[in-house]
């Protein structure tokens, strides 16, 4: 069922899909399908071939900060269902562009698995385990240029708790990519704003040369995540800093 709405006086109707609600199904998850059918970046997603509306996050941070450049080695770190990857594997390749360019390598990781991504390489892998990180560096064939990461953590329905646990989520993710980022590198990762991200923000800025953080209009505004972008890695590892931070 369709409700139209005139919009500018001149005949044109914009069209919003209105879903009843089914028996059986929770007005949340009603809520959630009307949105998802009118949500102008979903249906951009299926035109375009992304697996998901979060594929244009990542692409909007890159046209903004310009790191997935040709030649890049690139970590996705819980990747599924792939819509990051495919941008990556787009852009640090060049296609379409001059080939005489230098080749990346897209390297995807979940705890599942996903259906294969063109161009990229993806395993069923927990980052949080201790072989991780040799194992991601031996498929890359040395360290990462790029590490970034959609992750969020299986929501509670508390505010505060999900926050918590999204902020130990790329903490945990930074840490990894202080492991495997090459000098100069980059690390990309969706955080919530809730004020408990303080000390994660001081160690970015200690050990990046430059640190944003930004909504991208992908982003739903009604959503309380944002995006950290930290360029200029200074090198080093997290355990070494946390020793010369107790010394």
């Given amino acids: ?34 949105r998802q059918l009118n949500d102008p970046y979903v249906q951009r997603a299926k035109k375009e071939g992304y697996r998901g509306r979060a594929a244009y996050k990542i692409l909007e941070l890159d046209d903004k900060y310009g790191f997935l450049k040709p030649g890049c080695r690139v970590v996705d770190l819980g990747c599924a269902p792939g819509g990051w990857c495919q941008v990556a594997v787009a852009r640090v390749n060049a296609l379409g562009e001059n080939p005489k360019k230098p080749q990346g390598s897209v390297l995807g990781v979940d705890l599942q698995e996903i259906d294969p991504i063109p161009g990229a390489q993806i395993h069923v892998l927990d980052f949080l385990s201790d072989e991780a990180d040799a194992l991601v560096k031996g498929w890359l064939g040395g360290k990462a240029d790029v590490v970034m990461s959609d992750m969020a953590a299986a929501a509670s329905g508390h505010k505060g708790t999900d926050h918590l646990r999204i902020i130990a989520l790329v903490e945990a993710a930074l840490a ?7 000098e100069g590198g980059t690390f990309v990762a969706k955080v919530l704003a809730g004020g408990a991200e303080n000390e994660m923000q001081t160690l970015l800025k200690k050990n990046f040369r430059k640190v944003a953080n930004v909504k991208p209009p992908a982003s739903r505004s009604d959503s309380s995540e944002k995006f950290v972008v930290a360029q200029g890695f200074r090198g080093g590892s997290l355990a070494a800093e946390v020793e010369g931070g107790e010394a």
């Fill in 1 to 34: 069922m369709t409700e139209g709405k005139n919009t500018s006086g001149r005949g044109q109707r914009e069209l919003r899909v209105r879903v009843k609600t089914a028996k059986g199904r929770k007005l949340s998850s009603t809520l959630w399908l009307e």
């Fill in 176 to 182: 990894f990519a202080f492991d495997v980022l090459e």
